[in-house]
């Protein structure tokens, strides 16, 4: 079972930056492709950025390209995603998530993804 824990949300004014960090438990973290998501309120969960297991490859949504960087530290058993110029949009609650079949192509999927920290919020203020 992995587990997953996030931190790093908060408040923040438009044009502002952010760090969200995601812990892991599992030692095999680093044999895991990684992702985050996010949530508004009444919209569905959408994908934001992915990184392989050995961080080689990366995708974003086209929304937060040259915005959102992934990154991990694979030693450390840590995800980051640093969000610079956010905007009000940009409001939601983060996820990040696992997926422990690394021999597949990276995925912008949530349905690849089998575990799903708790999420923490990101509110972006005008």
């Known amino acids: 079972q992995v587990q997953l824990a996030e931190a790093g949300g908060g408040l923040v004014q438009a044009g502002g930056s952010l760090r969200l960090s995601c812990a892991a438990s599992?030692?095999?973290?680093?044999?895991?492709?990684m992702g985050w998501f996010r949530q508004a309120p009444g919209k569905e969960r959408e994908f934001v950025a992915a990184?392989?297991?050995?961080?080689?490859?990366?995708s974003y949504t086209d929304s937060v390209k040259g915005r959102f960087t992934i990154s991990r530290d694979n030693a450390k058993r840590i995800l980051f995603l640093q969000m610079n110029s956010l905007k009000v949009e940009d409001t939601a609650a983060y996820y990040c998530?696992?997926?422990?079949?690394?021999?597949?192509?990276?995925?912008?999927?949530?349905?690849?993804?089998?575990?799903w920290g708790l999420g923490t919020q990101v509110t972006v203020s005008s």
């Open positions: 990184i392989s297991w050995n961080g080689g490859n990366t």
């Open positions: 998530a696992a997926d422990i079949q690394p021999w597949t192509p990276l995925s912008t999927s949530l349905s690849a993804y089998e575990y």
């Open positions: 599992e030692r095999t973290l680093r044999t895991y492709h």
